[in-house]
């Protein structure tokens, strides 16, 4: 839907409001992990155009205000939810070194035998997610696994997560229970 020449005028003459909502209520700007003033400044812009789409007379400026702010919410909700999704899918919980968390050195084998053994017995998604274990273990992100493997990170943290359900049901693993 377009906007009329009259409602474009409002949003021209409340422009001053996007800032001034930006400047009073989002504190943490230029810190890593918020979005910077112009992206946060175009999604305010947002929440204008639907104030001056919605409005139905009263006073404007708080309507608006409250739509815009509401905007802005929810692109830094998006903005951390994104941004704790990357940091988990980068988080390798499986390393080289956490192999050999149980003492013997020979564990090492043992574990990638039963990880094999468990791998055969899987079907569908959790022998992915085992193979995706494995890789991430090698120092991988799930970007490059997925790259690797021929589907989109996301998938490749469904698989291991699928993964790490089924080998908790793996009696030979509790000794590797804190990895999993």
Same mark, same amino acid.
């Given at each position: 839907?377009?906007?009329?020449?009259?409602?474009?005028?409002?949003?021209?003459?409340?422009?001053?409001?996007?800032?001034?909502?930006?400047?009073?209520?989002?504190?943490?700007?230029?810190?890593?992990?918020?979005?910077?003033?112009?992206?946060?400044?175009?999604?305010?812009?947002?929440?204008?155009?639907?104030?001056?789409?919605?409005?139905?007379?009263?006073?404007?400026?708080?309507?608006?205000?409250? &739509?815009?702010?509401?905007?802005?919410? /929810?692109? #830094?909700?998006?903005?951390?939810? +994104?941004?704790?999704?990357? %940091?988990? @899918?980068?988080?390798?919980?499986?390393?080289?070194?956490?192999? &050999?968390?149980?003492?013997?050195?020979? /564990?090492? #084998?043992?574990?990638?035998?039963? +990880?094999?053994?468990?791998? %055969?017995? @899987?079907?569908?998604?959790?022998?992915?997610?085992?193979?995706? &274990?494995?890789?991430?273990?090698?120092?991988?992100?799930?970007?490059?696994?997925?790259?690797?493997?021929?589907?989109?990170?996301?998938?490749?943290?469904?698989?291991?997560?699928?993964?790490?359900?089924?080998?908790?049901?793996?009696?030979?693993?509790?000794?590797?229970?804190?990895?999993?």
């Amino acid at each position: 839907m377009a906007l009329t020449p009259t409602q474009m005028q409002v949003v021209e003459e409340n422009m001053g409001l996007v800032g001034k909502v930006i400047k009073e209520k989002v504190h943490g700007l230029g810190q890593p992990g918020v979005p910077d003033y112009d992206d946060l400044f175009q999604t305010g812009c947002i929440g204008l155009i639907k104030a001056v789409m919605t409005d139905k007379g009263g006073t404007f400026s708080t309507y608006a205000y409250r &739509l815009i702010w509401n905007e802005i919410c /929810d692109e #830094l909700v998006r903005n951390t939810r +994104l941004i704790l999704k990357e %940091q988990s @899918a980068d988080t390798i919980e499986i390393t080289s070194t956490s192999f &050999l968390s149980c003492a013997d050195p020979l /564990d090492t #084998l043992s574990l990638r035998h039963i +990880l094999q053994q468990a791998k %055969q017995q @899987a079907q569908g998604g959790a022998a992915k997610g085992i193979q995706c &274990l494995e890789l991430m273990a090698q120092g991988y992100s799930s970007q490059e696994v997925g790259n690797i493997i021929g589907a989109d990170s996301g998938t490749v943290r469904m698989w291991m997560t699928r993964a790490r359900k089924y080998l908790k049901g793996f009696p030979e693993l509790q000794c590797y229970a804190e990895v999993m």
